[in-house]
């Protein structure tokens, strides 16, 4: 079966350090990769997305590749700031041409301080 | 554009009771999910429909846990009688089908069962 593995947190960070946040998966096909983001009282948002092998996502200074040959999809960001602060799930889905499950690690709290 | 829609977003109430969570979808999409988030157990997606027919009911806990469709507009997650243990939050989430299309997720409901 498919799974998701992160790193735990929390990851507690200053403001504009550099981030990366593991992510290594496991499916039996070839999955299209997620990272989506869950501030606090919120629901998940979409982060940044990769459908294939070598594929680089990107969204607010947030940069994950697929590496198909490690089987992972790390977060990186340059600078983060405290707003920044939020649980960081990564999550995967199997290419099936239909929208199907999403299967989600267990997410990553990330606490930025001044 | 509204996103998904959640009602209420906190509920309390004693053991015993019955609990209905609705939820809204975003209009045109056709797959809709209900996931259930905890400390202990992280995110647990529940049940999920296409075109208003439940696909896979697999993470519904027990028999105390029922959903339904009755139409694209509208889907609701029933617990008779609820637990204490049943004290989590509960997300729905929608997307369009074809592809690999993001889940959209609601805010949430925060239900605590005393």
């Known amino acids: 079966g498919n799974s998701v593995t992160q790193m735990e947190g929390p990851v507690t960070l200053s403001e504009e350090a550099f981030l990366t946040i593991n992510c290594t998966y496991t499916?039996?096909?070839?999955?299209?990769l997620f990272w989506y983001v869950q501030y606090p009282g919120e629901g998940l948002q979409l982060l940044l997305k990769?459908?294939?092998?070598?594929d680089k996502g990107s969204n607010k200074g947030f940069e994950a590749t697929y590496r198909k040959e490690t089987t992972s999809f790390h977060l990186e960001k340059g600078s983060v700031q405290v707003s920044d602060s939020a649980v960081y799930f990564c999550?995967?889905?199997?290419?099936?041409?239909?929208?199907?499950?999403?299967?989600f690690g267990t997410g990553t709290r990330l606490q930025v301080t001044l | 554009d509204a996103g998904v829609i959640q009602s209420p977003r906190h509920e309390v109430t004693e053991m015993g009771q019955e609990v209905t969570l609705r939820c809204k979808p975003i209009?045109?999409?056709?797959?809709l999910f209900w996931y259930r988030q905890t400390m202990m157990r992280g995110l647990e997606l529940l049940i999920y429909?296409?075109?208003?027919?439940?696909?896979?009911d697999s993470g519904m806990p027990e028999d105390r846990f029922s959903a339904k469709m009755p139409n694209a507009s509208f889907s609701t997650l029933k617990i008779q009688p609820s637990e204490p243990r049943d004290s989590a939050v509960y997300f729905c989430?929608?997307?369009?089908?074809?592809?690999?299309?993001?889940?959209?997720f609601g805010d949430g409901t925060r239900l605590s069962i005393l």
């Open positions: 499916a039996t096909g070839y999955p299209s």
């Open positions: 989430a929608s997307s369009s089908g074809m592809g690999v299309q993001p889940q959209h």
């Open positions: 429909f296409n075109n208003n027919v439940p696909i896979d």
């Open positions: 209009s045109g999409h056709d797959y």
């Open positions: 990769a459908t294939k092998a070598d």
């Open positions: 999550a995967l889905t199997e290419n099936t041409g239909t929208a199907s499950k999403l299967t």
